[in-house]
């Protein structure tokens, strides 16, 4: 499969990391990124499952190119 180059920079930039821990603090990071999602979007069909805390995620496809939105509780 083919990536986008920000797609594929990103996953070198995880798997350059070492350790699990290191790994989701990254992630978290990222997702400090994402735009807000509205409260409206904040419904079980776009909760994920099996998070330690209340998590939602809302991905859109615009011009070919997908959009995310997050939020969470923690």
């Known amino acids: 499969m083919s990536l986008p180059l920000e797609a594929q ?3 070198e ?3 350059a990391v070492g350790s699990w ?7 978290m990071q990222w997702g400090e990124r994402l735009p ?3 409260d409206d979007e904040k419904v079980d069909a776009n909760l994920v499952q099996g998070c330690e805390s209340l998590v939602w995620l809302v ?3 615009q011009d070919g190119d ?3 939105a997050a939020s969470s509780e923690a």
């Open 59 to 61: 991905g859109r496809l």
């Open 13 to 15: 930039a995880f798997q």
């Open 36 to 38: 807000a999602l509205a």
């Open 66 to 68: 997908w959009q995310f």
């Open 21 to 27: 821990e290191q790994r989701a603090r990254m992630l």
């Open 9 to 11: 920079a990103a996953l």
